[in-house]
Every structure is written in structure tokens, then in C-alpha cells.
């Protein structure tokens, strides 16, 4: 008889003890993770910051943290963390965000545009090539996309050849945008000196907004003396 207790009471100790140790596991799986994002997603704020700015950064992450789809493996999250750092020109900082960002969302071109602006604000002027073309990779409708890879070549790789391909790309993306016109148009006045064709084009720029036309007048001037 007391053989039998003792047994029953081993198997119930077991069976405690394997509920516990699946508790455990459980509360790891689910409260570790949101420990290490807590700790991973960490600001670092410029000494000279004032707390009020501070606190609008901090209310950002907090609204991040908080996503009611955070993605996989958080990755909505950390892309969100990315921008914040981004603005707060913490660039390392923004660049690992990306990185985790895309882990989960390897299809997604937003992490790649991450490390690229990441590298192009650092002076990572190769680096920001490559993440700027794989973004494009992954996204090669989107005008903006043409226009960040132009603007690289021209004014940091000093390619004005590979500038004016992806900025009539950009155009023939979305010809019916004005602000992707006069990037164009900027380019080819300010980089190639084609102030003809500059001239045209905000012409063109000149009939879509009217309500503006005095101040595309004054551009157009300008450019006429410049090709004078």
C-alpha cells in the first residue's frame, strides 16, 4: 500500500513538474521575445535634445512597440524603430533595425531603402548603390525609387549618364507627377546644363499648376540667361 502511494505520488510530482516546465517554456517563448525588442529597440538621443523632443521620439516607439500587426518576427516593428533612429541620425543604429526588418520581410523593399538612406546619409555612397538597387529590385514601379538612384549617381557618384537613365526612367514611371518632373528638370538645368530642354519641361510643370505659374516664370528666366 504505501509502495502504491508513493508511486502515485512520483507520477503526480512528474506530471507537476513536466506542466511546470511547459510554463516555463510558453512564458519564454511568449515574454522573451518582448524583453529583447524592449532592449533592442533602445534610443539614443543627441545630448543637446530638448526632453520635449524626446518625448515625442519615445511616444513614436512606444506607438511602434505597441503595432497590432508587428509582423513577422517583428519586423513591421523594427522598420518602424529604423525610421525613428533614421531621423534621429543615428545611422548605425537605423542600418541594424533594417537588417532585422528585412529577416522578416525579405520581400519587402521598405528594410532595403532603410539601409540605403542609412548608407547614403553616412557617406556610404557603394553601400547606398547596392541597398537603392535591390529596393528597386523588389519594387520597380515606384517612381521615388528611380528618383533616390539618380539623385546618387548625380550628386554623389558623379555619373550624369546613369543620373539621366534613372531619372527618365522615374519619368516614364509616373510622367503625371509634377514633383517627379521638376526633379528632372532641376537635373537637367543645375547637372547637365541642357537648359532647352529644362525650359520645356517647366513649361510643361508651368501648365499643370497654374496657381504657381509666376513662380515657374522666374525659374524659366533664370534659365534662359543661363543658355544665353
Do not use: C
Not at 507537476?16 to 519564454?28: E, N, Q, R
Not at 520581400?107 to 548608407?119: C, D, E, T, V
Amino acid at each position: 500500500m504505501s509502495s502504491f502511494l508513493s508511486s502515485a505520488k512520483n507520477q503526480r510530482f512528474t506530471i507537476v513538474s513536466v506542466l511546470g516546465g511547459i510554463a516555463l517554456v510558453i512564458t519564454a517563448i511568449v515574454v522573451f521575445p518582448h524583453l529583447f525588442l524592449a532592449l533592442d529597440t533602445q534610443l539614443s538621443f543627441p545630448a543637446e535634445m530638448s526632453s520635449s523632443d524626446r518625448a515625442v521620439y519615445l511616444q513614436q516607439r512606444h506607438e511602434a512597440l505597441g503595432m497590432k500587426d508587428p509582423g513577422q518576427d517583428f519586423s513591421f516593428v523594427y522598420q518602424e524603430i529604423g525610421t525613428i533612429r533614421l531621423a534621429l541620425k543615428d545611422y548605425d543604429g537605423a542600418t541594424e533595425s533594417f537588417k532585422r526588418a528585412h529577416e522578416g520581410n525579405p520581400k519587402g523593399p521598405g528594410p532595403y531603402r532603410g539601409m540605403a538612406l542609412s548608407a547614403y546619409y553616412s557617406n556610404q555612397n557603394k553601400i547606398a548603390e547596392r541597398y537603392f538597387l535591390d529596393t528597386l529590385k523588389l519594387s520597380p514601379h515606384r517612381s521615388e525609387y528611380w528618383l533616390e538612384l539618380g539623385e546618387l549617381y548625380s550628386d554623389r557618384l558623379k555619373d550624369l549618364i546613369k543620373a539621366q537613365n534613372f531619372y527618365e526612367r522615374a519619368v516614364r514611371q509616373n510622367p503625371g507627377d509634377s514633383n517627379v518632373l521638376q526633379a528632372y528638370a532641376n537635373f537637367l538645368g543645375n547637372k547637365k546644363n541642357d537648359f532647352k530642354k529644362a525650359i520645356e519641361i517647366w513649361k510643361e510643370i508651368q501648365k499643370r499648376n497654374p496657381d504657381h505659374a509666376g513662380d515657374y516664370n522666374r525659374v524659366i528666366e533664370e534659365l534662359r540667361k543661363k543658355g544665353s
